[in-house]
């Protein structure tokens, strides 16, 4: 097969924040599929913060990735070589071997672009939004007449399960890191208040929720945990998504100092992992593809241009907060 395709290998376990010197871009020969594998020419490359996890050692819920080794991950592209019986040339899948131009694999899902663009199966449609349908409405067991926070509210995730929220009837709130991102959060999302938590956590999360919250969806961790715990009404539950304000700590961060509030409020803090949630899928797509069927849900996409070789700044400008809504890369 006449394909060369450019990846991207781990060059060595970040320490703290990743560094360009930690991804090496590499080249190689693209072999013919064999029986029960098909050959994809990705059109676009996830990058997602769950990925940070993956560069340490040590087994957390998903195997490390190898050094010297391509890094992997979601993409979406299109079929251009099949010895699959289930696919074919032409068709457009999403698979998990990413962070290269072409992919040889052999387990893939096929996507509709009648209902929306091939990128948004890495994002809205993809397994960020079925994490936020499966973290909103299974995890924190959303209830009618919930207030629910939301942090991290203009990414991939916290876009999503703001909306769904607000679409089922509950007042939301949210935070987000730049003035940009809050009109976003506001005038595009629909959010009923949303602050920068740059200007502190506690405070404007007081303001915005005199009442109290009910559901606190937790994408970031840290100082927005502890401050949620303490806005929390009796009976509350926090969805425990992410802790991305940790993700680059280099020593234990303390635990939140209100931990008793768990036990006073009678509070469930519950974690959980989407690809624990797959047979969720058809639900999250009936509701979530309605909704965009319907125009009722916005959808950003941040796309890096630049093809591989910008995927390692992509992915380390995500951690920065770069992206509104999903960040992709365009290979
Ligand atoms: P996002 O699209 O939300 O991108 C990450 C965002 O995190 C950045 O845009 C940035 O936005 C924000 N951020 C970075 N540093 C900080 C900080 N110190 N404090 C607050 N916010 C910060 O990513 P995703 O939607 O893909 O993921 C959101 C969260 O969900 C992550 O924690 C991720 O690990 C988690 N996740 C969990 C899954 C699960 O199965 N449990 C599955 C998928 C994702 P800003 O400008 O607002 O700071």
């Not at 937790?218 to 940790?246: P, T, W």
């Amino acid at each position: 097969m006449p394909y060369t395709s450019r990846e991207i290998r781990l060059a060595a376990r970040p320490t703290g924040e990743p560094q360009p010197s930690d991804f090496q871009l590499a080249e190689r020969e693209v072999a013919d599929p064999a029986d029960g594998e098909m050959v994809v020419r990705n059109a676009f490359m996830s990058v997602d913060p769950y990925m940070r996890g993956r560069m340490n050692a040590g087994r957390s819920y998903a195997a490390p990735y190898e050094i010297g080794e391509p890094l992997y991950g979601g993409a979406v592209g299109e079929v251009v070589a099949s010895h699959h019986e289930r696919f074919a040339e032409g068709d457009i899948v999403v698979h998990q071997l990413g962070w290269r131009e072409y992919s040889t694999v052999r387990s893939a899902k096929k996507v509709d672009t009648s209902l929306a663009p091939a990128s948004a199966f890495l994002g809205v449609l993809g397994m960020p939004g079925l994490t936020a349908y499966v973290g909103l409405l299974d995890i924190a067991q959303l209830r009618d007449g919930d207030v629910v926070f939301v942090s991290g509210a203009a990414g991939a995730v916290g876009s999503l399960a703001g909306q769904i929220a607000k679409l089922r009837g509950h007042r939301v709130i949210g935070s987000a890191g730049s003035a940009e991102k809050i009109r976003h959060v506001l005038d595009d999302l629909h959010f009923d208040a949303a602050f920068d938590y740059h200007d502190g956590v506690a405070d404007q999360l007081e303001q915005a929720a005199p009442d109290g919250i009910d559901v606190y969806f937790d994408n970031v961790g840290g100082e927005h945990l502890e401050a949620a715990l303490a806005r929390l009404n009796n009976f509350g539950r926090v969805a425990m998504c992410g802790a991305i304000s940790v993700y680059n700590a280099t020593s234990p961060p303390p635990g939140p100092r209100n931990i008793f509030q768990v036990v006073s409020k009678r509070l469930t803090l519950r974690g959980f992992i989407v690809s624990d949630h797959a047979d969720r899928h058809p639900a999250f797509t009936q509701e979530v593809g309605g909704y965009l069927r319907e125009g009722r849900i916005a959808f950003r996409e941040t796309i890096v241009d630049g093809g591989v070789p910008a995927a390692p700044q992509a992915f380390i400008d995500l951690l920065h907060g770069a992206n509104t809504g999903k960040m992709l890369v365009r290979l």
